[in-house]
Every structure is written in structure tokens, then in C-alpha cells.
């Protein structure tokens, strides 16, 4: 039974019976997705080579960075181009803690998050004055202001050479280091990012994010606090940055400079817009498409010059609507 | 297609595009055993950009080695008598990132058996624990900062001397020569600062003065600012201590305002063709440093010129090219002790001592270090290296000046 239009009771139909079984039903990413994201993430297991994991190890990563970036992008509309200092931020900072001060690896995760969510709300302030493309080039002089502390820092950084020696990862006294263990702890923080983006998502902040993003003005006076917003999404997507800065770190042993650089934070934004702007899922399968592209070209230096190139013309004929027109053009046909 | 179906679909195409990715280079690892054997080295240095003269050098060495050791038949000896050697070289363009990312690759990916080059130091530094981590042999061939080896690595090994020997036999030759005041300029990257500051630590111990310590952008061409203030504090030699392109640059720009200065290099990055071609007449102002002297008088250093000579047209073997060489030719003799996989590669390095590679004597300490490296000092004159002494290396914190071997 239901109230009908004037008030009283209407029978339900069929129609309205579906919707009401489909909406007691988990959702559809709980349901259908993150399973098969699961499964896809168990492929690498069938064939035990320390090189499927080691890519598949890059590509999680990966994914946990574009799913962070999906907050400030995808959710909020905000465009930044400083998210691979964010990365960076997160690995230095872990590079730093347990090669120079002895910390342990969960301290340093924590500290990596910390630091990542404080950078990320740092960088998140000239979103309260500008947006779209002059956001893009505030951040990008942000991100390469932080490089450059990297490159001169020395005492922190380690300076040109950068920090090696790094730990590897080591959770409840157990130390992670053969490829697959690397593997599966990026898989699993993919899967709780993966988990905490989706509840994000329908949370009064991010149905609060996904209205910034629409309408800002309409945000605003809808009664929402649209600075507290903006500069929310980029320090949560900090702090994602900073996991996976820490997953990096452990994982490569030796960090430098030149990593995180501006042309990580085009890499990021396409592997988001791959999947489709916002779509939690589809970041993951950008992510993976990169690094497997990326890996393949290991040995064509030339080919992943014209990869970063490729990717830095994506974005901005997606800031100028070439992209999105010409996929639609694409799905039509 | 529905977007769920759309989403479950690409989920499982991704990891089966990976693994395909992933395919060419699990499948063809070494195999057999005998003389269809063959044992892949990966080759890394900067193939392409400023430093793509360095890369060039380190492939050639490593070619040149592989060429003579499967024209000869192979692994000399042992259960792997006859396998062959494949070179397989990778471009890390000169960037430390790059370095540690291929060398993740490497480590991840058993068909290699050693990992040899890079082309500078930071880089070696950074890629070193990543590989003796996988326990997968390093040979540094061209990077030799002591920093390589300072933490003791199983399998790390540095072919060339270490920088002690390059700047402490710099500052000795520059006193011996008879200048006291020095001015130094050096990259702004740790294998410069390094340099540059052993460079003053001997020159001061020696009894002479620093009169300039400027450091530059590394690839920076606008220097002659600092060249200009180094020139204003009235050294009477100036110590380099960059990348070829950068000396040349900056011998120029000195030549411009005190034409007759003298420079004496602490890197050993002068010693090429590519040098005297760049630099031309101001060549004739600088003093030099290499490990292989093209007058030394040994039936291993004259069969090593005329395999060079014939293969790439010059008897002028530069740096990364004479210690890449040696490289291959020591992970060829190691293998003649039959290691099982190659994580027991190193142990059989560790043993290795071939008593002239052409360069010379090639043995490690148990560090990883060469032991009794020499570097052989030269000037130019009309255009040609013109050997005067050599400088040894006998510990690791010390050099004594040796004869020529002519």
C-alpha cells in the first residue's frame, strides 16, 4: 500500500513493486560490482610470477590514487592538477619516518594520511576564490612548488638522490615482502577505498560534494556550505593519496623527486575520466589500463613520452568538451 | 550494453589484458641448459636526452662483450658451457625514478640474471637496494659513488674505481702540477656534491685552498654567471665536477674570460670522442681522467682497442663503455661456477678474478668495491689524449700515483 495523489492509499503496481524490492536489495555496487572487482582481483593469484603481481601491485595503486582523486574530481568537480604532490606527500612521508626516525610501517601510514589530508586541505584553499581551468593552473604551481621542496629539502628528502632503503610494509608483526604480499596489501587498501569512496558517495557530504559539483550557486543556496565542501573533498582525497604514497613507498624501496611530478597528476585525472567522470569503478579500470599501458612501454621510452603526451591532450580537450563530445559521438555509433 | 554487465565485462578483460602485457616477458625466460642456453643481462642507462652519449657508451661495452664471448662459444666453462650471453637495454633517460621503476621490472622478472649500467650515481643508489633486495645481481658500470656500496649489499657490485679514487687523484695530480688554488664547480645532484666535496677535502689535505665552491643546475646551460665569480676569485685551475655537456659548456664560457685557465676534471666524463668534437681547440686547457689508456702495452688491452676499433670505428674506449664490458665479461665468468638461479650469481662474482679484462686486473672486495682500480691522467694536445700517469686506487680512501703501462 501507498498514499496516492490525493492523499489516500493506491494499490501498488508493478512497476512500483519492483522499485520497492530493488531498494530493499543491497546496492548495485555492493552487489554486483565490488564483487567483480574482487574477482578481478584475485586473476593475479592464478598465475603465481613475480611480475603479474608486481604490475598488478602498480596498478592498485594506482587505483587507490584515482579513486581518492575521484572525491575532489568526481564528486566535487573540483580540477586539480597537484595530486601527484598529494602522492608524493604520502611516500616522502613514509620514506622519511622509517628510514630516519625508525618508525613502523603503521605509523607511518598513519602519519602518510595525516600529512596527505592536512596537504590536500592546504591545496584545497584556492578552490574557496577560483574555479575550473584557473583552479587547474593554481594547483598546477602548487604541485610544482612541491616538488621542488622534494628536489631542495635535502635533509628531509634526501634531496636529487631522493630516500632508498626504504622498509618494507609491516602490519600486526607481519613484514610484507615478496611481490605477492605487496600485491594483496594494495589490493586490499583498493577494497576499503574502494568501500569508503561508495559510502562517502551516499552520505549526506557526498550527495553534498555531488552538489557543488552540479550547481554551485544552487548548492550555496540550498543552504550548503560549499567552501567547507570544496576544501573537505581535497583533503579526504589527500588523505587517499597519502595511502597510497605509503603503499609506494614500501613497495619500490628508493623514491626521488621526478615521480611526482605534474605529468603523474594528468595520468591520474585520465585514468579517472577513462572510467567516466565520478564513477567510483571506472577509475579502477582507468588506473589499470595506465599501468598496464605504462608497463608495456617500459622498453619504448618514445612510446610512454607519446603516452603522457596522449594523455595531457585528453585533458584538455575534456576541458573543452572535445573529449565528452566525441565519446558520445562514439557510443551513439 | 548495460552499464553493470559493462562494468563486470571490463573487470574481467583488465586482469586478462594484463597478464597478456605481462606474457612476453614471463615466457621468454632462459631455459634448456648447455649450449641452447642463453642468460639475458638487462643493460640500463640514458639511451636518450643530455646524457644519451653515456648510454650509447654503456651498450656498446655491453655488446662488444656479448659479441666476443658467443663468437668465442659461449660460457667458457662449467655446467653452463657454451650458453649464450643476451644484452637486452633499457632507457632510463638519465632520471632517478625511471632507474628504480626498471629495476623493480627487473627484479620482478626472473629471465634476467643481472642488472647492469645506469648512467650516474643518484640513480645507482636509488636502484641498488631494489635489486639486492630481489638478490639480483648489480654491476655498476659507470656510476661509482662509494655511497653505491656504503651499506654492505651482497649482491651489489661497482666495476669502475670509487669516487675517492676520481677526486682524490684529481686533487693529487692538480697539486702535483703545481696549482694551490682551486675553484670548483659542480652539478647540483648528489654525484657532483659528492665529488666536489672530496675534490676539496684532498686539495686542502694536500696544502692547497678552495677559493670557489659554486654549484650548478644540472643541464643548465645559462652558467656563465657563476663561471664569471669563480674566474673573479683568482683560482689558478678550476675542478669540474658534472656531465660532459656541462663541462663543455662551461668550458666555454670560461675560455671567453680567462682563455688560458686550466680545468681539470674529477668525473671522468672527458675521455671521448664526443668530448674533443664538442669542445674542439678549448679541449687543449683541460686535464683528464679514464681507466683505459690507449697505449697501454698488455695483449688484453691491445685485443680490447682492436675489437673497439673494429666494431665502432675508434680506438678511444670511453668510461661506461671499458667498465660495461668488464661487467659482461665478469657475469660471464661467474657463470662458469654454475649458478643454480640467479640469486646465487652473486656469490659467484663475489670469487671472480680475471687478471686483465683489457682494462685491467677485475676482482670485488667482499663489499662489492673493485679492488685496485687505476685511473690513467692525460692532457690534450693538437686535438689528441696525451697520457702522462696513473693513479691507483688501494683502499678505499686512498690512491698512490703508478707508471704508465706503455
Redesign the interface.
Known sequence: MRAGAGGGVAPLDGAALRRLAASARAP?WLR??LP??V??GM??LL?P????????RV?ATYAVLAVGYCIVLGLCGQFSVAHAALYGVGAYTTANLTTQHGASSATALLAAVGFGLLAGALIGLPALRVRGDQLAVITLGIGQVVQLLFLNWTSVTG????I??IP?PSLFGITL?S?RDNYLLAFAALVIVVVAVELLRRSPLGLAFMAVRDDELAARSAGVRTGVCKVSAFALSGAVAGIAGWLYAG?????????FDVVLSVLVAVMVLLGGQGRV??AV?GA??I??LE??L??Y??GEIALKGAAIIAIVMWRAGALRDGLMRLRRA | MHP?LR??A???A??????A??GS??SSSSGGGGSSRTFTLAVVGP??GDAQADGLHIKQGADLAAEEINNSGGVASGPYAGAKIVI?T??D?E????S???A??I????QYWAFLGTGFS?AA??????LD?ANVSYLSTYASSAKIIA?PRHSVFVVPPTFPAYAYSAADRAYKLGYRKAAVLKA???FGLQMADLFAEEFVRDGGEIVDNQPYT?GDKNTQGIVAHEVQQGPDVVAMAGLTGDDTTQLKQLHDIAPNLPVIDTEAVLFSQNFLDLAGPLAEVAIGQTPSDPDRNTSAAKHLRDAFSAKYGTSIIPDPAAFTYEGVRAVAKALEAGPTDRTKLADALHNVDISDTGVGELKFDTGGGRLGGILWYFHIKGGKFVFDTGYQQTAPLSVKEVPLQH
Open positions: 548495485v554486483l560490482r567483480a572487482l574477482a578481478a586473476v593475479p598465475v610470477s613475480a611480475h603479474v603481481y608486481d604490475l598488478a596498478a634531496g636529487f638522490t631522493g632508498s632503503d618494507a615482502t611481490y613497495a619500490i624501496i628508493s623514491i626521488s623527486p621526478p615521480t569503478y571506472g579500470v589499470a589500463i599501468a598496464t608497463n608495456a617500459t622498453e621510452p618514445a | 553493470h562494468f563486470a571490463t573487470a574481467a583488465l586482469p586478462a589484458m594484463t597478464l602485457a605481462c616477458s614471463t639511451m636518450t637486452k633499457f632507457d633517460t632520471s632517478v625514478d625511471k628504480v621503476s626498471i623493480n621490472q627484479a620482478s622478472d626472473d643518484d643508489i636509488a636502484t641498488a637496494p631494489v633486495r651499506t647540483n645532484a648528489g644540472l
